[in-house]
C-alpha cells in the first residue's frame, strides 16, 4: 500500500477528491497564493484554486484572491453555489481518470524535451487545439514532450498538478493536420513511464463530453474513477 492510499483509507476520503488543495499545500507550494481558507495557483501558471470549506470566511478568501490575480475556476466533488458577491462564468463537469494499465511496449517516437524557450508554440498550439487551461508559466510545474514536424510543435502533453503520490497528465494535444498518427498516445505512455518511474500514479480530467479521449485514455490503461465539478468564478464587481 502506497503512502497516498494509506492516507486514504485513514481519513476515509482520497486525496484526488481534494486534488487541488492537496497539490498546492504540498508539491506545489511554491506556486501558491492564499492562506488557510482558500488557496489559488498563481495566474499566469493555472486558474485553479479550492477553499478549505463552503464557510463565508473561506469565501471572503477566495474573493480576495480573485480581486489580486483575477477569476478561478474550482474541481469539486459536489456542484458549487457560492456566495453573493460572485458571479459564475463557467460550468462544466470532467471525468477524473486513474491510471491502472501496464506499460507492455516501447515507444520509438521522436520525441523532444520541452522549455521555457518552446512557452510560445505550445501556447500557439494550445490556443488551436484547446486541451484545457495552458497559460505563460504553466510548464514549470513538470516535464513537458512534444513532436515536431519541420521544426514545427505539432503535439504535446505533459505534467500538471502534483500531490503526493499522484501527477496529473494534462495538454495532451496534437495539430488537426497530424491526427491519426499515434502521436497523443506515443506522449503519453511517455509520460506514464517518467510519472511512474518516480512510484507515482498518472492520473488525468477530460470532459466527458470528449468521448473520443475518453475512448484513447481508456486503451492507455486509465479507468474511470469519478466525475467532478469545474466552476469558474469571477468577482462582482460592487
Known amino acids: 500500500m502506497s503512502e497516498a492510499e494509506a492516507k486514504r483509507n ?37 486558474p485553479f484554486a479550492a477553499t478549505a470549506d463552503s464557510s463565508p470566511e473561506s469565501f471572503a478568501a ?34 477524473q481518470m486513474i491510471w491502472q494499465g501496464r506499460l507492455d511496449r516501447q515507444d520509438e517516437l521522436q520525441h523532444v524535451r520541452l522549455a521555457v524557450a518552446d512557452v510560445p508554440e505550445m501556447l500557439t498550439l494550445t490556443t488551436a487545439t484547446k486541451p484545457g487551461p495552458f497559460g505563460p508559466r504553466t510548464i514549470e510545474l513538470g516535464s513537458y514532450v512534444g513532436v515536431r514536424s519541420q521544426d514545427e510543435l505539432v503535439a504535446m502533453a505533459g505534467e ?11 495538454a495532451v ?3 488537426a493536420a497530424f491526427r491519426g498518427r499515434g502521436y497523443a498516445a506515443s506522449l503519453m505512455r511517455l509520460l506514464i513511464s517518467t510519472i511512474t518511474a518516480r512510484g507515482e500514479t498518472p492520473f488525468l480530467h477530460v470532459y466527458t463530453s470528449n468521448r473520443t479521449a475518453i475512448s484513447l485514455y481508456r486503451t492507455l490503461g486509465f479507468i474511470d474513477r469519478r466525475e467532478l465539478h469545474l466552476t469558474g468564478l469571477d468577482r462582482v464587481q460592487s
Open 173 to 175: 494535444c496534437v495539430d
Open 10 to 46: 485513514a481519513s476515509g476520503i482520497h486525496p484526488l477528491d481534494h486534488v487541488v488543495w492537496n497539490a498546492l499545500v504540498a508539491t506545489h507550494q511554491r506556486f501558491a497564493l492564499g492562506d488557510g481558507g482558500a488557496i489559488r495557483y498563481l495566474a499566469d501558471v493555472a
Open 62 to 95: 477566495l474573493r480576495s484572491l480573485i480581486e489580486a490575480q483575477g477569476p478561478v475556476t474550482l474541481v469539486t466533488t459536489d456542484e458549487i453555489v457560492p456566495p453573493p458577491g460572485f458571479s459564475v462564468i463557467r460550468r462544466a463537469v470532467v471525468l
Open 160 to 170: 500538471r498538478m502534483r500531490l503526493d503520490g499522484f501527477t496529473e497528465i494534462s
